[in-house]
């Protein structure tokens, strides 16, 4: 999260030393198991959910995302007003792509105030791509999508290489050839990305990808018909541990993906197509960089051998 802070809004979120802080408390709760029935209503049924008042996601948690994604935006215009210099992060990027030059009084795209000249050229008239209220929408997806993410890979990662302690060597003798960590050197190392690769494969960060059928289409050869306008909800944990695609779909084998022999879309943790993950690629450059810097220093083990604990707290 404090990533995704610093590298999408250029905020210091610094939820290691600040865990009850509130935009961490509040994904917490988006995130929590408390809204699971609303969630799977609201995907599976939304006319049902709806007319049972179900939301997919806590309300007043959206709603504190939404007035900080807001406040964010805002005082970025403001600021670009009195400086020449801009960030180069997605809080500018949106900016740039702003619609309406009329919800906070000047051009978004030129960072300036507009001249009476220019409203009357424009008449007001939309410039951009997205409108203000888009890029709200989309500054708080990034919030939600950007939490925990990429930090549960990690940890799956360093569980996986602990249980296979001879792919965490391999790892290591790779990183040990690397004179420094950059995005342009780690996107190199095969096996550290294999590794990645695999993790996701076994251990994909999102349960289920809602899509919407936009037209009639016949399933493969199985004269099945999928209508039009069908929900359809996809499990990428099955898709990845299918042995129809996988050999040895349970196994944790990084080598698999040195000549890949499985079909594109048999391997899905970012989605795919048009909805496709848009942090797909700083995901991958966080966590290579993240685990590059672990495993060329330190050496993980299991606390404990692996298994279930059962019992209750009363």
């Given at each position: 999260?404090?990533?995704?802070?610093?590298?999408?809004?250029?905020?210091?979120?610094?939820?290691?030393?600040?865990?009850?802080?509130?935009?961490?408390?509040?994904?917490?709760?988006?995130?929590?198991?408390?809204?699971?029935?609303?969630?799977?209503?609201?995907?599976?049924?939304?006319?049902?959910?709806?007319?049972?008042?179900?939301?997919?996601?806590?309300?007043?948690?959206?709603?504190?995302?939404?007035?900080?994604?807001?406040?964010?935006?805002?005082?970025?215009?403001?600021?670009?007003?009195?400086?020449?210099?801009?960030?180069?992060?997605?809080?500018?990027?949106?900016?740039?792509?702003?619609?309406?030059?009329?919800?906070?009084?000047?051009?978004?795209?030129?960072?300036?105030?507009?001249?009476?000249?220019?409203?009357?050229?424009?008449?007001?008239?939309?410039?951009?791509?997205?409108?203000?209220?888009?890029?709200?929408?989309?500054?708080?997806?990034?919030?939600?999508?950007?939490?925990d993410t990429a930090s549960s890979t990690m940890i799956h990662s360093i569980f996986y290489l602990s249980t296979n302690m001879d792919?965490?060597?391999?790892?290591?003798?790779?990183?040990?050839?690397?004179?420094?960590?950059?995005?342009?050197?780690?996107?190199?190392?095969?096996?550290?990305?294999?590794?990645?690769?695999?993790?996701?494969?076994?251990?994909?960060?999102?349960?289920?990808?809602?899509?919407?059928?936009?037209?009639?289409?016949?399933?493969?050869?199985?004269?099945?018909?999928?209508?039009?306008?069908?929900?359809?909800?996809?499990?990428?944990?099955?898709?990845?541990?299918?042995?129809?695609?996988?050999p040895n779909p349970d196994d944790f084998i990084p080598d698999r993906w040195f000549e890949p022999t499985h079909t594109p879309y048999?391997?899905?943790?970012?989605?795919?197509?048009?909805?496709?993950?848009?942090?797909?690629?700083?995901?991958?450059?966080?966590?290579?960089?993240?685990?590059?810097?672990?495993?060329?220093?330190?050496?993980?083990?299991?606390?404990?051998?692996?298994?279930?604990?059962?019992?209750?707290?009363?």
């Amino acid at each position: 999260m404090d990533v995704v802070g610093a590298s999408f809004y250029g905020i210091n979120i610094d939820s290691l030393n600040n865990p009850d802080q509130p935009i961490e408390r509040y994904l917490k709760r988006i995130f929590s198991g408390n809204g699971t029935f609303s969630q799977a209503m609201s995907s599976m049924a939304p006319t049902v959910a709806k007319w049972l008042g179900l939301e997919f996601f806590d309300t007043e948690s959206t709603a504190y995302l939404d007035a900080l994604t807001d406040r964010i935006l805002r005082e970025r215009k403001h600021n670009n007003k009195y400086t020449n210099s801009r960030r180069t992060d997605f809080v500018q990027l949106m900016i740039d792509s702003e619609k309406s030059n009329r919800d906070l009084g000047y051009n978004s795209s030129s960072d300036i105030d507009p001249t009476p000249e220019e409203e009357s050229q424009t008449g007001g008239q939309p410039k951009g791509t997205l409108t203000y209220g888009e890029l709200i929408a989309h500054g708080m997806s990034l919030f939600v999508a950007g939490y925990d993410t990429a930090s549960s890979t990690m940890i799956h990662s360093i569980f996986y290489l602990s249980t296979n302690m001879d792919c965490q060597t391999r790892l290591f003798e790779e990183l040990s050839t690397c004179n420094e960590f950059t995005n342009d050197t780690t996107m190199y190392l095969k096996y550290l990305n294999a590794v990645i690769h695999e993790t996701l494969r076994l251990a994909p960060p999102l349960t289920l990808y809602h899509r919407v059928c936009r037209q009639d289409y016949k399933l493969g050869d199985t004269g099945i018909i999928i209508p039009k306008g069908t929900n359809v909800e996809i499990f990428p944990y099955a898709l990845h541990r299918d042995p129809d695609y996988w050999p040895n779909p349970d196994d944790f084998i990084p080598d698999r993906w040195f000549e890949p022999t499985h079909t594109p879309y048999a391997y899905i943790p970012f989605g795919g197509g048009p909805r496709v993950c848009l942090g797909q690629r700083f995901a991958m450059n966080e966590m290579r960089m993240c685990l590059a810097k672990l495993f060329s220093k330190y050496e993980f083990t299991l606390a404990q051998p692996p298994g279930l604990i059962y019992g209750y707290n009363v």
